[in-house]
């Protein structure tokens, strides 16, 4: 049986490199970036104010203080979105307002709570505070400079960085192409939500969940008609599934009885096994399979198997079709605020959830049809074969959101 480390190893490796395409910014939340971006110009693009103020020459109002204040014509009113032409002379300053363009011959701003207006003498102000050369100046270039790497390749496009994009005037990012992805259930007990359900029957809900799941990581999810167990019913749903779709997820049906039929099917349709059973729990039946440059990734039915090897598994493959560089989950750090063990001989993927404080607790029932916990659970915690971690343990929770 493989271990984690070593069936996601051979996954990754057998994806081909990502496919690029170029989409508009708008769109591009969550998509990962095919080539670093550079920038086209420098930000802010000109030095301006941060304040409503005036444009001064800080030599002139180095003495300024509320008892002698020092006095400067108002040459011009500069809103944002404006500029003038001319440049300040000697004591002069500029009406100025948050973003508007530093007039030539200014080299400060002072606030406009540190001046005062003189109701004799409405063309001039009393400036009450000296200020540091360059105070209150958002200087061209000080953000980002024209040229600096803006993105890396491999990076996701987060809401921040689709900002600084943005501002630099970008309007479409090549990012890597999103793998399609059919989901078939297999299983002849399972009935769609609205049937009425007789003995011996339950609600198909793996693709429910892989829908999400699959959205999270980038792929574009889509959902397929039950599968009854037989050979002939699986092999044509998989025919179906791989002709629209780079990559099916299958749940169910990829165990050892008679009536899992997934590998028999995909090895009729010409796919080829690449391994079967990972070493974990929940999870061990978990199927990898290719067909081309196509994928199965054929998961147990169980429906906190189908999330721990999603998770583990095949959303680190989603991430890597895309091109990202990092496809781990994320990690959040905790205490166990009960102990954890695991008597058995497989790393248990434990759900668990973690209050405020970072005290981590079991979510509850962790049988691998259990549902109740899942919901429940905000992570999971990787504890190794034959192993008893104490109250009081620093651990690394993952994290699906
Ligand atoms: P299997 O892997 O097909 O042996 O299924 C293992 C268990 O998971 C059985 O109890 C199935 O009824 C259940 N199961 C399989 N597929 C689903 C599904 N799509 N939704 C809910 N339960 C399922
Ligand atoms: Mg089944």
Redesign the pocket.
């Known amino acids: 049986m493989l271990d984690l480390e070593t069936a996601l190893a051979r996954i990754l490796t057998a994806l081909p490199p990502p496919q690029r395409e170029s989409v508009p910014l708008s769109e591009a939340a969550g998509r990962v970036l095919a080539e670093a971006v550079a920038a086209p110009v420098d930000l802010p693009p000109f030095d301006n104010s941060a304040m409503d103020g005036y444009a001064v020459r800080a030599a002139e109002i180095a003495a300024a203080t509320p008892a002698t204040p020092v006095r400067l014509r108002v040459r011009t009113k500069i809103p944002a979105g404006e500029y003038f032409v001319g440049e300040l002379a000697p004591g002069e300053c500029a009406r100025l307002f948050t973003g508007s363009p530093l007039p030539r011959g200014a080299d400060t701003v002072v606030m406009q709570e540190d001046t005062r207006t003189d109701a004799a003498h409405p063309a001039e102000i009393l400036i009450c505070d000296a200020g540091a050369t360059g105070e209150f100046v958002r200087h061209r270039g000080e953000d980002v400079q024209c040229g600096a790497t803006l993105v890396a390749m491999g990076d996701v496009l987060t809401p921040g960085k689709i900002s600084l994009l943005a501002a630099t005037g970008i309007s479409h990012v090549n990012v890597g192409q999103q793998p399609r992805i059919g989901l078939l ?3 002849s ?2 009935r769609e939500a609205g049937q009425p359900l007789v003995l011996s029957q ?6 429910a969940m892989l829908t999400p799941l699959v959205t999270y990581a980038g792929g574009v999810p889509r959902s397929f008609p039950l599968v009854p167990d037989t050979l002939a019913a699986t092999q044509a749903a998989l025919a179906h599934a791989f002709a629209e779709n780079e990559l099916v997820i299958t ?5 050892v ?1 008679e009536m ?1 039929f997934v590998k028999a099917a995909f090895e009729a349709l010409g796919g080829q096994l690449q391994f079967w059973k990972v070493a974990m729990r929940p999870g061990k ?1 978990f199927v990898f399979g290719r067909l081309g440059e196509k994928f199965l990734f054929g998961l ?4 906190v198997s ?1 999330f721990v090897t999603f998770l583990l598994l095949v959303r680190p493959a989603l991430r890597r079709w895309q091109g990202a560089d990092d496809v781990t989950l994320p990690i959040h750090h905790g205490v166990l605020g009960e102990a954890f063990s695991n008597s058995g001989d497989r790393r248990h993927f434990v759900r668990v959830r973690m209050d405020r404080d970072g005290k981590v607790f079991p979510a509850g029932q962790q049988a691998s ?1 259990a549902l109740a916990s899942l919901a429940a659970a905000d992570g999971l915690l990787d504890v190794p074969p034959a192993t008893r971690l104490a109250v009081g343990t620093s651990v690394s929770v993952l994290r699906w959101a």
């Open positions: 259930a297999t299983g007990e399972l339950i609600y198909e809900s793996n693709r749940s169910g049906g990829a165990s009885g899992d039946p147990p039915g169980n429906p189908a049809h």
